[in-house]
């Protein structure tokens, strides 16, 4: 949104634009918080005027001036979302959808429209986007490789990289500057659900695109489904195009939320960080786990690897909630190879490094002795205490 409302010469830092960033114009209009508007249309007399905006929209994807048309194009409250979340990324603009598996089916559908349907992608990805990928639902086709293959999977038709990092459920890093290098002139795509702009802001080491499911962090109180890709105003527009056509649109409601998420973004982060890191070292030095997974960057997130069964864990466990999605303000965990990666194939999984005993924590914001203690209880867990059958429920197809 480029007008005299939302623009701010002065750089400021992070957790400033976390509060101010898409909400500059409100003390000037009288407001504190930020108004939600929930109108699906809007009238308007000049149907010459709202002609000329349509054609201008269609030309571009630009947003046109002037009142909105209708909420499949645009719509006040979530442009105040996209303003902000553009600001902590560091990037032009940004295009929120209704779901990030929507965000993702954007970008491809974007790239493949101009004729550019390869994807160059690394393992591993968050188990849907690997399946909307392997799967060739849009028409798209997928080579998969390391970091040090990327350069040489590139195709004339190759219209995207993609890579995670932190990779769910793994917490793999990938140096984004190293893989930039490697795609020339094809844009990369680095999906930062995991790190969030306040660890990493991807744009500033090379790449052209940022996905996020903002079910996750950006919400991070696991009410509200979204997700948004930051970029430049140029392929913002071929989204805008894309969300308009296809319909993948974001709620204003669920605009509203992940904009007052965002206030507290960095606070959580880091809040929540510290006691990821913590139970990290406790974990690494109990001899009950095999391995454990800490990013260098740091994050809320901690995979580790049991010597014991790890469905004994999820049916212990009492404080941390035992569900499938990240980024709340409570703990979850969940076992990626029954739950999140479900849909991808075995060994496609065991390749990525997604065992069997891997367990994956999203770490809240509870007191981090109380969740040591749930975790060791529930590592302590012998049968009688595991009594919930959650290892033998069916798992869902598609989830977090
Ligand atoms: C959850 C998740 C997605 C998908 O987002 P939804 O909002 O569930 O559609 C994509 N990437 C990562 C890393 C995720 O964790």
Partial sequence: ME???????????????AVHAGRDDLARLGLHAAPLDLSTTYPSHDAAAEAARIDAFAATGALPDGPPVYARLDNPTTARFETALARLEGAESAVAFASGMAALTAVLLARASSGLRHVVAVRPLYGCSDHLLSAGLLGTEVTWTDPAGVASAIRPDTGLVMVETPANPTLAE????AVRHSCGSVPLLVDNTFATPVLQRPLELGARIVLHSATKYLGGHGDVMGGVVACDE??????RQVRFATGGVLHPLAGYLLLR????????VRAASASAAELARRLAADPRIARVHYPRIGGAMVSFEVRGDPHRVIAGVRLITPAVSLGSVDTLIQHPASISHRIVAESDRREAGVGDRLLRLSVGLEDVDDLWADLSGALAAGPERGTAPIAHRPAPAHSA
């Fill in 174 to 177: 990938i140096d984004i500057a």
């Fill in 261 to 268: 998420g965002l206030s507290t973004l960095p606070v959580r």
């Fill in 234 to 239: 140029e392929f913002a527009g071929a989204l």
């Fill in 3 to 17: 007008n005299a409302a939302f623009a701010e010469p002065v750089p400021r830092a992070l957790a400033t634009e």
